[in-house]
């Protein structure tokens, strides 16, 4: 094709996933007259593609809840956003509790999430998990299929959508359809655990192209097809599948983060910000912090980082009363038994530990379970001396990055779990645990209290320097540009 200038990302633009980047809630003025207030994204990938829909005036397709979501939508659950300019159109598919039970807390979090993060012996294979998952997966293609144009670009986000590429291929006439799979890509070994593993495996390669955070992930999907499928043909160097007639492209695009913006919030977070915390969580003026920042969730190594702590303060005494942990976690999936075990399995660890070191002057563990806003999240990353990321499996983990693009004053130590995704990026100017060894943990965590503040300053600039320049933005040139790329090799290459 020509080139006059960059090309629109698409003219039709279906995203879709699981979340919505709006929801709308009923509100009581002080008359007493009931309003409707819509909620915006409150930042990550949602707040990053919303204007990227509000440009091409496309169509989010995502999971609606609740009767002021139904209240403000036509027939078709339909609305346009944002309400001030109208400039995309929000598709809202309802789900009865049936399916939200079977597709969302049961296929998608029970079998998917564990089994996609080596856990095989967390999966539930009940059958109605699986019914209901290929159910709603018919529902969102049925909803992009109307929702299509000629040529429509389709995005899915994440695991929740394995079956609905395929499904969409098979409705229309050469959509073009792309995937982002935000969590990990487990190794042949694990994957052949599962009984679903082929639909699975075919409903993704309904896709043209298909996204990991890392190679590795892309390596062992490859892998998986490779063994699974016997009709697959794979290009292992190019990372293309042609599977009953169809190409997919598989290719590494490690998501980032709004680095500027993070930036900004930090830097607008002043000493009396500090002050706040410290009075508010009663840490004393002089108490380094420690910060750990998660969802609710075993894959993240919570207890883990916990035990390494609990050891230093065992085994250097001197950091008894001079050194508070911070543990921001925000509760998630809870209606999922694992979930509440690990809820309890934390609870109860930061007890022990309070027990057995804090003073009266002095709580070794400070626990907060409340949300936070950005702008206050950006302060406790600034303020804290040193923060652990300690996944035990992680696609990528966001968070890590964020305390990076915080850290304005280039003085934070980044201690990160080499299970991370991130790590790929981040190991080599972070320090390196493996969550499970205790002892090196313990170990790398005082490295990092003692560390000089130049090896500090050094180590975390070059951080914020491949942050800032891997950020959401270029994250997704690269998947639109990979996407055009694409596209029109296609129509070069003739249907
Ligand atoms: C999945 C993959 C991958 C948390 N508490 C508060 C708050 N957060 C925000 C963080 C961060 C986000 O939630 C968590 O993102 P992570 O990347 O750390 O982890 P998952 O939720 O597991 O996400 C992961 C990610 O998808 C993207 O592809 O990196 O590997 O598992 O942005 O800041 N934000 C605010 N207040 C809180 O209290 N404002």
């Not at 008359?31 to 949602?46: D, M, Q």
């Not at 049925?142 to 395929?166: G, I, K, N």
């Not at 951080?463 to 933005?473: G, K, N, T």
Request: proline letters at 4%.
């Amino acid at each position: 094709g020509g080139t006059d200038g960059p090309p629109p990302v698409a003219d039709d633009l279906i995203l879709v996933s699981n979340r919505q980047p709006y929801t709308h809630s009923y509100e009581h003025d002080d008359a007493g007259e009931r309003t409707i207030s819509v909620n915006r994204p409150a930042g990550g990938l949602t707040a990053g593609l919303d204007p990227v829909m509000q440009e091409t005036d496309g169509t989010w397709v995502a999971w609606g809840d609740g009767e002021a979501d139904a209240d403000v939508t036509d027939e078709n659950g339909e609305v346009r956003m944002p309400p001030e300019s109208e400039a995309y159109t929000l598709k809202r598919l309802w789900l009865s509790e049936e399916e939200v039970e079977g597709y969302y807390y049961g296929y998608s979090n029970r079998v998917l999430w564990p089994l996609c993060h080596g856990g095989t012996m967390k999966t539930e294979y009940v059958e109605r998990f699986w019914q209901r998952y290929q159910q709603v997966n018919e529902r969102f293609a049925e909803a992009v299929a109307e929702s299509a144009s000629d040529d429509p670009l389709v995005w899915f986000q994440d695991y929740h959508f394995t079956l609905a590429p395929r499904a969409v291929r098979d409705a229309l006439d050469d959509p073009f359809i792309m995937h982002f799979w935000h969590i990990t890509w487990p190794g042949w070994d694990t994957f052949r655990a599962c009984p679903q593993g082929q639909q699975l495996l075919e409903g993704l390669l309904g896709n043209d192209l298909l996204g990991f955070h890392v190679e590795r992930y892309c390596e062992n999907f490859l892998d998986c097809v490779d063994r699974a499928l016997e009709d697959a043909f794979i290009d292992e160097e190019g990372g293309r599948i042609n599977y009953e007639g169809h190409t997919t492209t598989v290719r590494a695009f490690p998501l980032g983060i709004d680095a500027e913006s993070i930036r900004e919030e930090s830097a607008a977070a002043d000493a009396s910000f500090e002050a706040d915390i410290r009075s508010t969580y009663d840490i004393g003026a002089d108490t380094t912090m420690i910060v750990g920042v998660d969802r609710l969730d075993y894959t993240k190594g919570i207890v883990e980082r916990l035990e390494a702590l609990e050891r230093l303060w065992e085994t250097e005494p001197e950091y008894q009363g001079t050194v508070t942990y911070v543990q921001k976690a925000s509760e998630s999936r809870s209606l999922i038994p694992d979930y509440q075990d690990l809820q309890q399995n934390v609870r109860e660890t930061i007890e022990r530990i309070n027990d057995r070191f804090g003073t009266p002057d002095w709580q070794p563990v400070v626990y907060i379970d409340e949300f936070i806003p950005q702008s206050e999240l950006c302060g406790l990353y600034r303020y804290s001396d040193v923060m652990l990321v300690s996944a035990v499996r992680d696609g990528m983990n966001l968070v890590a990055k964020e305390y990076v693009a915080a850290q304005v004053d280039d003085d934070g130590v980044l201690v990160l779990s080499d299970q991370a995704g991130a790590h790929e990026e981040l190991g080599e100017h972070a320090l390196t645990i493996n969550p499970y060894d205790t002892e090196s943990f313990a170990d790398t965590i005082q490295q990092a209290l003692a560390m000089a503040p130049d090896e500090r300053r050094d180590r975390m600039a070059a951080l914020r320097e491949q942050v800032a320049a891997h950020d959401l933005y270029a994250w997704m040139d690269d998947v639109f540009a990979t996407a055009r790329d694409l596209r029109e090799q296609r129509d070069h290459d003739g249907g």
